[in-house]
């Protein structure tokens, strides 16, 4: 077996224990930060266990379908950054990803999951220009859209893509669906959005979306990683350092409204995204 | 120009079968051919193009006069002028030694115009009889008129396709204008009338400009054939080309004459069908995308790359706001005809395989949305997206057909994602600094692509009650196959891309530039993975035996005590039924604002260009 493929499929094994324990320290964390002692780290893996031994009730017939598609192409997506394939093309994958989820709410179709369905398409415009514009930056500077050449790639490129890096940190509070851009879906059932996105999902399909959602967080701390490749324990301590910003913003900021989302994200993807390409196109005569 | 139903029907049908298999045929012939030339069986149909311009001419002023329009007229009469003093005053008309010619491209699009154009076709049999018995008993029956439009239209395509004589081009240019405003004018209102002037306004500004730049040419370049225009060097002709691209951009409906694509809406689907995938607008790029080699590096190929970068940004951010489903898919049209436009002002070799790609991919996915979008407005007796809540039950087949199309024309692994995905390559490699108009469109895009879907697989009434609607009861096989046809290729288009790439787009490319590129192996296994993953979706994989893990449904979460899973009890006591509509983001997506701001700027681009191009 090739090296790619033993990377593609070590994600699929090892990315929901990483992402689950990921999360079960955020969880300590978070609750340090409130004055709380907070469950035990492994708490997100006896939730997801109890989620998967409850009964599967939906609202309307084959709501689930389209959480098996979410969850599959968003295994496919981490398998492709992980192999080293076309950044672009993970992209896409991981768009087709979010719109499954989306369609799914909508599928549900309570005031609530349309709600939420609605908000999350919001957002998914927001960050996406951010997300390509990631993409031409990295092409720009190395050469190539493919993750196995990036990574390999001998300078550091946080170096010469200061901006794409910030707009990315920026965009990724929405993407770890942390406060203020946790708009589409919530943790806590009493607010006005009850549980947004996932209102009609419950048990088994619910602990998917639990799943789906550890994937997503360690192939996106890998995205984090790549603009420190070069120097690996560099790329290792800002993606902690990353993920601690991302839970202190959580508790420090309170939930936005859409607009605030969308605008400054797609005025940070305009000043720091486009900017850094437009830097980089001078600098290189490209 | 038959008046009874079945004979119409024969005759549609037998045209189609054999327009379809003459482009197959063609396509088999010559398939290995690079540039084949070739004249008329008769010399003498030659010379009769002139006096059938004068005769177009005409028919244009007369509808002119019927209707007092004067702007349109001094157009036709200062375009006619134009080629008459060419033809019979001046002393430099050159006589072409190749009128007609074919290479890969052309029969690229021979054969959308001949597949696509022709399931149109027979769409329109089934759907014009709706629309003359049961939808539109006003409108007086002028089917025999409508089809011989159309069949027109469609030949016209073809002519140009296959015209390598400027003149003969024009002709059939000036063709495709007469039949697309006749087509749009079909209801008669008054609308309907003052739509299709404004489509006969703006493209007859095209046809000024391309007829200016056959004088120009001939005069000053001594060309008369495309294949001439394509040999010289950019910077000399710059003037008429500059005018090709005018032409090529109001076929197209780029800013800033867009509105007239809009606008022809009113006419009846399938002719909104013919406008927006296979006739019409394709012509319009087509020919700048003939003209790309000339466009690289040029103040014209930069306006022309601009131009169509903004109408896709523009465009894109339009839809959003609009809630007729019509007008949605026209403004998708045009954004995604300014993608093309602009890989054709781009002008390399890899932005040239990126717009034949959207061109074959967008003609058969928006064929295919515009005849669901006729079916559904039969059905519901309504256009807007608001009421097409729960169609996925209440008419399955055209749901999942309109499903299939609108994945076509955003999502992984379909047709216009891998075009667009081209296109992203192949803007970084020309300007960086471009990609910001495809991002920003591209996220906008995915915004009033996706909401569209989930209004379609939603469900706020209950599902009883939308089967018993029985909309797709009585639906005849003449739109069904049309419909289910152009599903399976939308589909199929995804997998046998590569083939038609390797055969037909890199060879043209290559031969053009000197240089082609490809898809590697690697994304084309990943593309059709994510395709075969796919292709599973419609089958029902949850658990059917008893078990923990076997679904049971129950009432919807509504905040309060449920009446049923739609409903609730209000606090009065009484029943409120859910209702929810999709966010349309007026205040920051206004269509007016967006437009005008579209207009400003790329007129001020197009001005710019000819100051430019004039100092030369």
Redesign the interface.
């Known amino acids: 077996m090739s090296v790619r493929l033993i990377s593609a499929l070590s994600f699929v094994v090892f990315a929901p224990l990483i992402g689950g324990l990921i999360s079960g320290i955020d969880r300590r964390i978070t609750a340090r930060m409130q004055g709380r002692f907070g469950p035990p780290v492994l708490q997100p893996f006896y939730d997801v266990y109890k989620l998967l ?1 409850k ?8 709501q ?2 389209y959480i ?2 979410y969850l ?2 968003v295994i ?1 997506s981490g398998m ?1 950054l992980f192999a080293g ?2 950044l ?2 993970f992209i ?2 991981l ?2 990803a979010s ?1 499954f989820f ?2 799914a ?11 939420g ?2 908000r999350e ?2 957002l ?3 960050y ?2 951010m997300v ?2 990631a993409a ?1 930056a990295f ?2 500077a190395t050469g190539s ?1 493919w993750v196995s050449k990036i990574i390999v790639h001998p300078v550091l490129l946080i170096k010469l893509l200061p901006g794409i890096f910030l707009g990315f940190f920026y965009i990724l509070t929405i993407k770890l669906r942390k406060s203020p851009y946790d708009l589409s879906t919530s943790h806590h059932g009493h607010q006005e959005l ?1 549980k947004g996105l996932t ?2 999902f419950a048990g ?1 399909s619910l602990a998917m979306i639990e799943v789906a959602h550890w994937y997503e967080t360690v192939f996106l701390l890998a995205f984090v990683y790549l603009f420190f490749a070069a120097t690996p324990w560099l790329g290792a301590l800002a993606v902690v350092v990353c993920y601690f910003l991302e839970i202190l913003i959580d508790n420090v900021f309170a939930r936005a409204k859409w607009e605030v989302a969308v605008k400054s994200s ?1 005025l940070v ?2 000043v720091l995204g ?1 900017g850094n ?2 830097v ?2 001078l600098l290189k005569g ?1 | 120009m038959l008046k009874n139903d079945t004979g119409r029907r024969v005759l549609v049908i037998s045209s189609v079968v054999a327009i379809g298999l003459l482009s197959i045929k063609l396509l088999v012939d010559y398939y290995a051919a690079t540039v084949v030339y070739f004249h008329l069986p008769a010399k003498w149909i030659e010379s009769l193009v002139f006096p059938a311009e004068v005769a177009i001419g005409l028919l244009i002023l007369g509808m002119c006069f019927r209707y007092r329009r004067w702007f349109p007229a001094l157009l036709v009469l200062a375009q006619s002028g134009l080629i008459a003093w060419l033809e019979y005053f001046s002393t430099k008309k050159v006589i072409s030694e190749n009128p007609f010619f074919l290479d890969k491209f052309s029969l690229i699009m021979a054969l959308i115009i001949g597949v696509v154009g022709g399931l149109i076709a027979v769409y329109a049999l089934g759907y014009m009889k709706v629309f003359q018995e049961d939808y539109h008993k006003e409108v007086a029956d002028r089917r025999g008129m409508f089809f011989l439009v159309l069949f027109l239209f469609i030949g016209a395509m073809f002519g140009i396709v296959f015209a390598n004589d400027l003149i003969w081009m024009y002709f059939f240019w000036e063709i495709t204008t007469l039949a697309s405003f006749l087509l749009i004018g079909y209801k008669g209102n008054k609308e309907s009338i003052d739509n299709s002037f404004k489509a006969l306004l703006y493209n007859l500004i095209g046809g000024l400009g391309f007829a200016g730049a056959i004088v120009y040419l001939n005069v000053r370049a001594d060309c008369a054939d495309l294949s001439q225009v394509l040999d010289k060097n950019p910077v000399t002709i710059s003037l008429a080309l500059g005018l090709l691209a005018v032409a090529g951009l109001t076929k197209s409906a780029q800013l800033p004459f867009s509105r007239w694509l809009l606008g022809a809406m009113v006419a009846p689907s399938p002719v909104s069908a013919l406008l927006h995938s296979s006739t019409m607008v394709k012509a319009g790029v087509y020919l700048l995308i003939k003209l790309a080699p000339l466009f690289k590096d040029t103040t014209v190929g930069y306006v022309v790359a601009l131009v169509g970068g903004i109408t896709f940004l523009v465009s894109s951010f339009a839809a959003i706001s609009q809630s007729d489903a019509k007008k949605v898919l026209a403004h998708s049209t045009i954004a995604n005809l300014g993608l093309i436009v602009l890989c054709a002002g781009i002008g390399t070799s890899e932005a040239v395989w990126a717009a034949i790609l959207l061109v074959v991919f967008h003609a058969v996915a928006k064929c295919l949305l515009f005849l669901c979008v006729g079916s559904v407005e039969h059905a519901l007796h309504s256009r807007s997206i608001e009421s097409m809540d729960g169609l996925i039950l209440a008419m399955p087949k055209t749901a999942w057909m309109m499903l299939i199309g609108m994945a076509g024309m955003f999502l992984a692994p379909f047709g216009m994602l891998i075009s667009k995905w081209a296109v992203l390559k192949a803007v970084v490699d020309a300007n960086p600094l471009l990609t910001v108009l495809l991002i920003y469109g591209s996220a906008a895009n995915l915004f009033f692509w996706v909401k569209w879907m989930g209004k379609l697989i939603m469900l706020e009434r209950p599902s009883e009650e939308l089967t018993a609607l029985k909309l797709e009861a009585n639906i005849s096989r003449t739109i069904s196959v049309p419909l289910f046809s152009l599903g399976f290729l939308t589909v199929a288009a995804c997998l046998t891309f590569p083939i038609m790439s390797a055969v037909l787009i890199e060879p043209y490319v290559l031969n053009v530039f000197g240089a082609t590129v490809s898809m590697t192996r690697g994304n084309l296994i990943i593309m059709v993975l994510m395709l075969g993953m796919l292709l599973l979706f419609p089958f029902n994989l949850e658990p059917k035996r008893k078990g923990r893990w076997m679904p049971r449904v129950v009432d919807a979460y509504l905040a309060g005590v449920n009446y049923d899973s739609y409903s609730h009890v209000n606090s009065l006591g009484g029943i409120s039924k859910n209702a929810s509509r999709n966010y349309y983001l007026e205040k920051y997506f206004s269509e007016s604002v967006l437009l005008n701001a579209g207009i400003i700027s790329t007129v001020t681009l197009l001005v710019v260009m000819f100051l430019m191009g004039s100092k030369i």
């Open positions: 031994q009964e599967n009730v939906i609202a309307r017939v084959r689930n379908a098996d598609f599959l192409f496919f492709l394939q076309d672009l093309l896409f994958s768009t087709l719109v989306i369609l709410a909508f599928k549900g179709s309570s005031p609530y999951s349309l709600v369905a609605q398409l919001l998914v415009m927001g996406e220009p390509l514009f031409v092409y720009m859209f009850v209102t009609e088994p797609w993807a305009a486009f390409v437009a980089l196109y490209f």
